[in-house]
């Protein structure tokens, strides 16, 4: 247990549709990260936010948004979903917001997105 | 727009040692390498992390060369529970925005 906690853990809606997918960090970290993983495919980065700020934006599509909150959960935004976009959705933390060990990123254990 | 590239799969056997190979030509100066690995519907999990030189903990060892453009991560005496894929990530100036980027994932095979 990476102590990321991501929910709801599957998702199923409708083309047009959209969804909320929240994102609880490990206690004390600051930076939250977004990545999608389509099957049996790698994991694209979508966006990073270090307390509540963004720091580091992906190839994210415009109908994609998030945010971080006070609190330091963060949330990922879908909208107008299409077909293409049934995939995991992971969220991870870290101590920091650099490339170094306080920007190691742990991992939750995902949403399942499916998108019909 | 940078790359970074491993090999798609590889197997081997129980009791070997296996060495997957990430290539990262743009990683950003000041960043480390880090290893993932990934079982199914699982999110990664942190393997090792290195800045330059050999880095070793308890499950793998990691080696950089010193201009970090690839580095390779090592895997002893493997056993059929290292079955998953791998996975190297680095981040990247390329394009004058940092970004993170996963390599593509390299499906390692551990045989009886």
């Known amino acids: 247990d990476s102590g990321v906690t991501q929910t709801p853990k599957h998702l199923i809606t409708a083309t047009g549709q959209r969804v909320t997918l929240r994102c609880s960090p490990r206690?004390?970290?600051?930076?939250v990260y977004w990545y999608q993983q389509s099957l049996d495919q790698g994991l694209q980065f979508l966006i990073q936010?270090?307390?509540?700020?963004?720091?580091a934006k992906g190839n994210i599509l415009e109908r994609f948004s998030a945010q971080q909150f006070p609190d330091l959960h963060s949330e990922l935004n879908l909208s107008s979903l299409e077909l293409g976009d049934s995939a995991l959705y992971f969220c991870?933390?870290?101590?920091?917001?650099?490339?170094?060990?306080?920007?190691?990123?742990?991992f939750g254990p995902g949403t399942r997105l499916t998108v019909l | 727009l940078a790359k970074t590239t491993q090999p798609i799969s590889m197997d081997s056997y129980e009791g070997q040692e296996v060495n997957i190979t990430c290539s990262h030509n743009?990683?950003?100066?000041?960043?480390?390498i880090t290893w993932y690995q990934q079982f199914p519907s699982q999110g990664p999990r942190f393997i090792i992390q290195?800045?330059?030189t050999k880095v070793t903990n308890e499950v793998a060892s990691l080696f950089i060369p010193a201009d970090r453009k690839s580095s390779t991560l090592s895997l002893p005496r493997v056993s059929l529970s290292d079955t998953a894929v791998y996975y190297c990530?680095?981040?990247?100036?390329?394009?004058?925005?940092?970004?993170?980027?996963f390599g593509s994932g390299t499906r390692l095979l551990v045989r009886p």
């Open positions: 991870a933390s870290s101590l920091g917001q650099g490339g170094g060990p306080q920007g190691t990123q742990y």
């Open positions: 206690s004390g970290d600051l930076s």
């Open positions: 936010y270090y307390n509540g700020e963004e720091r």
């Open positions: 743009n990683i950003a100066t000041n960043d480390y």
């Open positions: 290195g800045y330059k």
């Open positions: 990530l680095v981040g990247d100036n390329g394009d004058s925005s940092y970004k993170l980027i």
